[in-house]
Each structure stands twice: as structure tokens, then as C-alpha cells.
């Protein structure tokens, strides 16, 4: 039992004793979203609460850039393309991946761009941040709404490990959803209750011992169900780098994050970032599924050195203490380069991309 400490708090708890438990989805949307008090509606919270790879380095942001240009050139340079990013936080990725890429002018005459951003806050600060990049670029909030009528290149950096999970735990009665109830209205705690008729058991956690937990993302499997039909159909490739695992293990991921400290996930709703572990064996396995071929996942560190990060890094005048402290940070097994990893979605048939060893499809 946890007593809530802000308004969000109050307002969940008195719709959980009105209405019933939440899943822990619901609850991470109404926290992550909820438009008066939702953390994503409410600030811009890179810097202050977490940082991310592109602030840390104008190099990461220049290599995904350059990896988009040569994958577009392996498709045949098509002359109308697109180049969109999920969550793109203050559009420095783009930013920096643009400038990048004006090596290769004809790959920015090609596109256009589509930034899908949740956040009225962050989407403000990226238009002030592209507003004089020369390429057309528009907002949407929500991915299904672009149509893959043309080669798409979708890039997406600590994206997916925003979207809401449903937990379920192995009890000694079976399976059972982990929930969020209240017994007063300052009070929220985690409960457990009968699964959804449509619930099943993947297979590989058929031998669950008591305790264990399972977590699925039916927001991140929809979105990437829609990307590698796009892609495998349209061309183009996704790019998806986050923080992970391949998921034979078990575990609650679910973690809040606040001014660079773990917090608690129920006290605070929409004042601390709330986040799990990607699955990167389930996003690969509903790629694969509809159709597109999928890459990796590769450990970060891997994939930028194979991108060339360190000869980026000499060649950038000048570098400062800071860039050569986040190639160290972004590349490290112990820091950033092992526990994240990069997967990529391509059409069947497609030339390996850019950090994508052939044979090294795993960390
Ligand atoms: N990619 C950026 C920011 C990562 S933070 C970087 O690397 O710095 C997560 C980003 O995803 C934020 O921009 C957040 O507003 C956005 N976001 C979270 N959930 C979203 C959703 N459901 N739809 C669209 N954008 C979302």
C-alpha cells in the first residue's frame, strides 16, 4: 500500500474505487499521458529527471543520420522517401542526423520528414529546434496515422521502453494479471486478478516457477506489427534503440525515474518517468511475423563502433572532454553499450545495413 502524494494520485485512486483495478497499462498511460497531469503532457523532462544518447553527443545522432543515408542509397536512392522518429524528445537526434547527412544532398531532397510525438511540450521544442532545417517536416501524435506509401525510414531511440506494459504473474492458482487498486483515495497498491479472456501464454513461459512475472507491450507489438508490414511492403527499414533484453528471462521491469533516481511507481503518477525493459525477442518475433526480415538485436556498444563512432570522435573539431566521456558511456559493456541494443526491421531481401554484421545477430 502506497500513499499518493500528488493530485494524478488522488484523481486514479478515486477512479479506481468508482470503477475498479487498472491494469498496469492503464495506469502507465494515464500517468505517462493523462492531458492536464500526464508526465510527457506536462514537461520536457530529458536533462532534469533522465538523460538520453543524443544529448549526450552530437556524434550518436550524425551516425544514425549517415546510417539512414547509406540504407536509403542500398534501396536504390528512391526519389520519394521518408524519414520519420517516434518520440523524438527535443528533436536533437534529427537534428544532428540532418546535418550529417547534408553529404549526400540528393537524400535530403528525397524526404520528408514525420516527428510522432505525444507531448504538446516536446513537439513545441522540436519545431523551434527543425524549424530551419529545409527539409518539410510534420507533427502527428500517433504512428497509424502514416500511410507507407513510399520507402520509409523510421528511427525511434529510447521509444519503446515508454510504451505501457501489461504484467502477469504466476501464482500457485495459475497465471494472474498484475493490477493497480486503491482502498482509500490516498492510497494505491498492486494487486493481482483473474486474466483477460484473450490472455495467453507465449510458449517459451510455459514452465513459469510461482512468482514469475510476464510482461507484454500490446502497444509496442501493434506498432511494430504496422512498421514491418509498412517496410517489408513500401521499403525502407526501422532502427529501434533502447534498453533491453531478448527475453528468456523473467522479471519486473516496470521502473520510475526521477532527477536521475529510481522512485516509487505508484506514489507520484505523472511526476516521475515510468519505463520497462524492451522485449527485443517479442518485437523481433512480431516482425518476422508480418513479414519483414529483422536484425540484431546488437549490443550498443557493438553498433556504434561498427558505425565508426570512434573515428567520428577524432575527427569532430573540436571534441571536448564531454563528447570523448559519452562515446565511453554510450560504448562501455559496463555503462550503455550491453544493456542497450539495436534492432533493425528491413524488407525481405535487403542488403545488411550499417552495424548489422552478417551472422552477428545477436548481443
Ligand atoms: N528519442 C528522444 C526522447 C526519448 S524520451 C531521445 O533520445 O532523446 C521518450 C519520447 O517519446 C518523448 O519524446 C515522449 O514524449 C515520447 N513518447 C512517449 N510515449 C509516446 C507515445 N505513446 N506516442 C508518441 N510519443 C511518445
Given at each position: 500500500m502506497t500513499a499518493v502524494q500528488n493530485e494524478l494520485g488522488h484523481r486514479i485512486a478515486r477512479m479506481v474505487r468508482a470503477q475498479g483495478p487498472l491494469s498496469v497499462a492503464q495506469f502507465m498511460t494515464i500517468a505517462l499521458h493523462d492531458a492536464q497531469s500526464g508526465y510527457y503532457a506536462t514537461r520536457d523532462p530529458i536533462g532534469s529527471d533522465f538523460i538520453t544518447a543524443p544529448e549526450m553527443t552530437q556524434i550518436f545522432g550524425e551516425l544514425i543520420g549517415l546510417w539512414c543515408v547509406q540504407v536509403w542509397r542500398d534501396q536504390g536512392c528512391p526519389e520519394r522517401a521518408r524519414l520519420v522518429e517516434l518520440g523524438p524528445g527535443r528533436g536533437t537526434l534529427m537534428d544532428d542526423a540532418l546535418r550529417a547527412a547534408r553529404v549526400v544532398p540528393e537524400f535530403l531532397k528525397a524526404i520528408d520528414i514525420v516527428m510522432v510525438e505525444a507531448s504538446p511540450v516536446l513537439a513545441a521544442e522540436q519545431s523551434a529546434r527543425l524549424k530551419s532545417c529545409g527539409v518539410p517536416v510534420r507533427w502527428i501524435g500517433d504512428l497509424s496515422h502514416v500511410a507507407y506509401d513510399r520507402p520509409s525510414f523510421i528511427i525511434a531511440n529510447e521509444f519503446l521502453d515508454a510504451l505501457p506494459v501489461q504484467q502477469?504473474?504466476?501464482?500457485?492458482?495459475?497465471?494472474?494479471?498484475?493490477?493497480?487498486?486503491?482502498?482509500?483515495?490516498?492510497?494505491?497498491?498492486?494487486?493481482?486478478?483473474?486474466?483477460?479472456?484473450?490472455?495467453?501464454?507465449?510458449?517459451?513461459?510455459?514452465?513459469?516457477?510461482?512468482?514469475?512475472?510476464?510482461?507484454?507491450?500490446?502497444?509496442?507489438?501493434?506498432?511494430?506489427?504496422?512498421?514491418?508490414?509498412?517496410?517489408?511492403?513500401?521499403?525502407?527499414?526501422?532502427?529501434?534503440?533502447?534498453?533491453?533484453?531478448e527475453g528468456q528471462e523473467f522479471g519486473d521491469t516496470l521502473q520510475a525515474i526521477s532527477r536521475h533516481r529510481f522512485a516509487d511507481v505508484l506514489a507520484s503518477p505523472g511526476s516521475v518517468d515510468l519505463t520497462c525493459h524492451v522485449d527485443f525477442g517479442?518485437?523481433?518475433?512480431?516482425?518476422?511475423?508480418?513479414?519483414a526480415q529483422v536484425?540484431?538485436?546488437?549490443?550498443?556498444?557493438?553498433?556504434?563502433?561498427?558505425?565508426?563512432?570512434?573515428?567520428?570522435?577524432?575527427?569532430?573539431?573540436?571534441?571536448?572532454?564531454?563528447?570523448?566521456?559519452?562515446?565511453?558511456?554510450?560504448?562501455?559493456?559496463?555503462?550503455?553499450?550491453?544493456?542497450?541494443?539495436?534492432?533493425?526491421?528491413?524488407?525481405?531481401?535487403?542488403?545488411?545495413?550499417?552495424g548489422f554484421a552478417r551472422g552477428t545477430s545477436r548481443c
Open positions: 502477469f504473474v504466476m501464482t500457485e492458482h495459475g497465471w494472474r494479471e498484475r493490477v493497480v487498486t486503491a482502498d482509500t483515495d490516498n492510497t494505491l497498491a498492486f494487486a493481482s486478478a483473474p486474466v483477460p479472456p484473450a490472455f495467453r501464454v507465449p510458449p517459451e513461459r510455459g514452465d513459469a516457477q510461482s512468482g514469475a512475472v510476464y510482461e507484454v507491450s500490446p502497444a509496442a507489438m501493434a506498432l511494430v506489427d504496422d512498421i514491418a508490414r509498412g517496410v517489408a511492403s513500401a521499403g525502407g527499414a526501422a532502427l529501434f534503440i533502447d534498453y533491453g533484453h517479442a518485437i523481433a518475433r512480431a516482425a518476422r511475423t508480418a513479414g536484425l540484431g538485436p546488437v549490443g550498443q556498444g557493438a553498433f556504434l563502433q561498427a558505425l565508426g563512432i570512434e573515428a567520428r570522435l577524432s575527427g569532430l573539431c573540436p571534441h571536448g572532454d564531454m563528447d570523448i566521456a559519452a562515446v565511453h558511456r554510450l560504448t562501455d559493456s559496463g555503462e550503455m553499450g550491453t544493456l542497450f541494443k539495436a534492432l533493425a526491421i528491413l524488407p525481405q531481401g535487403a542488403p545488411n545495413p550499417p
